[in-house]
């Protein structure tokens, strides 16, 4: 009975310390390690064995912070400076900084917060991380492409001739396709999301 006991103790002991590094349902250790938004990325960055996929976590966090601090402060520089105007366009235009920044931080932040979701609930999965990295970097060369495709004539640059070809088609394109690359990435992103999950 005392071996039942003994054994039983050790099964568990075993099966908490695989909840801890696996993010087993109901760890409480794990759980709470992993507190919202900024617990997140700690989180998975701890749980994951994928290099891509931590490697994303450092890059995507810092420009998800970065895209964060840039938004909010344009934001309230709008804000200042319309100040003393009634409402109509200046409140539009208030509200389309917020839309955009959203847009522009939720699938920065997506394949982190999959992952974290992920581990916690039902264990990792090395595939499924790298995929979503990879998703990721692929919607940060997609903001690249948008901002190069949208850059006015005045702030474009003469690029190094091993890319100039390339950077000359996307000058040549219209502003309004700017929006493309990041919406073919970011459904690249959910389809990767549904296949490794």
Same mark, same amino acid.
């Given at each position: ?25 109901g760890d409480a250790e794990g759980a709470s390690s992993y507190g919202g938004f900024f617990g997140a990325y700690p989180y998975a960055f701890r749980q994951s064995d994928s290099r891509l996929f931590r490697s994303y976590v450092v890059l995507g966090g810092l420009l998800t912070a970065f895209v964060v601090l840039? *938004? ?6 709008? #804000?200042?400076?319309?100040?003393? &105007?009634?409402?109509?366009?200046? &409140?539009?235009?208030?509200? *389309?900084?917020?839309? #955009? ?5 939720? !699938? ?6 999959? #992952?974290?979701? $992920? ?19 692929? *919607?940060? *060369? ?10 006015? !004539?005045?702030? $474009? ?9 390339? #950077? ?6 219209? !502003?309004? &396709?700017?929006?493309? !690359? ?11 999301? $549904?296949?490794?999950?």
């Amino acid at each position: 009975m005392s071996e039942g006991e003994d054994g039983a103790a050790t099964d568990g002991g075993v099966a908490e310390a695989g909840g801890d590094g696996e993010g087993a349902p109901g760890d409480a250790e794990g759980a709470s390690s992993y507190g919202g938004f900024f617990g997140a990325y700690p989180y998975a960055f701890r749980q994951s064995d994928s290099r891509l996929f931590r490697s994303y976590v450092v890059l995507g966090g810092l420009l998800t912070a970065f895209v964060v601090l840039f *938004f909010v402060t344009a934001l309230v520089t709008l #804000v200042a400076n319309t100040v003393g &105007t009634v409402g109509g366009t200046f &409140t539009f235009v208030r509200a *389309f900084y917020i839309v #955009v920044g959203l847009a522009v931080v939720a !699938p920065l932040a997506a394949p982190v917060l999959l #992952v974290a979701r $992920r581990h916690r609930r039902v264990g990792g999965k090395a595939d499924y991380d790298g995929a979503l990295a990879a998703s990721g970097y692929l *919607f940060l *060369f997609s903001l690249y492409l948008a901002l190069v495709i949208s850059a006015p !004539p005045g702030a $474009r640059s003469d690029p190094p001739a091993a890319i100039a070809p390339l #950077v000359e088609f996307l000058y040549g394109l219209s !502003p309004a &396709t700017g929006a493309v !690359p990041p919406l073919v990435a970011i459904a690249l992103g959910y389809l990767l999301h $549904r296949h490794y999950r």
